[in-house]
């Protein structure tokens, strides 16, 4: 009887925590990424090969919507800080290590200078959508005037 009552504790405990996560984006955030494909698109200019999205009207209506995402820090830019990478897996797991596709990934633009941020270190960043199929030099999910909103 007691062992029925601390389980069923624990159960609504964990999923209050599982809700209050999707309810801030956390999982969500990377869930709404899941759902886009990508094509391989050699750009004979550049002389490399990109993944190009092709993001659905649903997608494009999420333009511009303030979504939150949690994940592991790559940091971009070691001087300033103000641009990081936001990786659903751990750096050994990343995209760049070809362990995961490019809807792992979001390039974060923070609107303030952070405190000192390590390579992957989990945080959580809330920001401004931005869609990119058509610059290979940027990341497919931007989230702009982006900040920190928890660790």
Same mark, same amino acid.
Request: glycine share 8%; hydrophobic share 45%; net charge neutral.
């Given at each position: 009887?007691?062992? !029925? ?11 209050? =925590?599982?809700?209050? $996560?999707?309810? =801030?984006? !956390? =999982? $969500?955030?990377?869930?709404?990424? &899941? *759902?886009?494909?990508?094509?391989? @698109?050699? +750009?004979? &200019? ?5 993944? $190009? ?17 949690? !994940? ?11 641009? @990081? ?17 490019? &809807?792992? #990934?979001? &390039? ?9 941020? +390590?390579?992957? $270190? #989990?945080?959580?960043?809330? !920001? ?15 989230? @702009?005037?982006?900040?920190?909103? *928890?660790?």
């Amino acid at each position: 009887m007691k062992y !029925g009552i601390l389980t069923a504790a624990f159960l609504t405990l964990f999923s209050g =925590m599982l809700s209050a $996560q999707r309810s =801030m984006g !956390g =999982m $969500q955030g990377w869930n709404l990424f &899941e *759902g886009v494909p990508f094509e391989e @698109v050699y +750009l004979e &200019e550049q002389g490399i090969s990109w993944q $190009q999205p092709k993001f659905d009207k649903g997608m494009k209506a999420m333009e511009g919507q303030i979504i939150t995402l949690r !994940g592991h820090v790559i940091i971009l830019d070691a001087y300033i800080r103000l641009n @990081v990478i936001l990786s659903r897996f751990p750096s050994k797991a990343c995209f760049f290590c070809a362990a995961s596709g490019p &809807e792992t #990934i979001a &390039e974060v633009e923070l609107a303030n200078k952070p405190r000192r941020l +390590l390579n992957d $270190q #989990i945080i959580t960043v809330r !920001g401004k959508l931005k869609l990119n199929d058509s610059d290979p030099y940027k990341l497919n999910f931007i989230l @702009v005037e982006a900040e920190i909103v *928890g660790e």
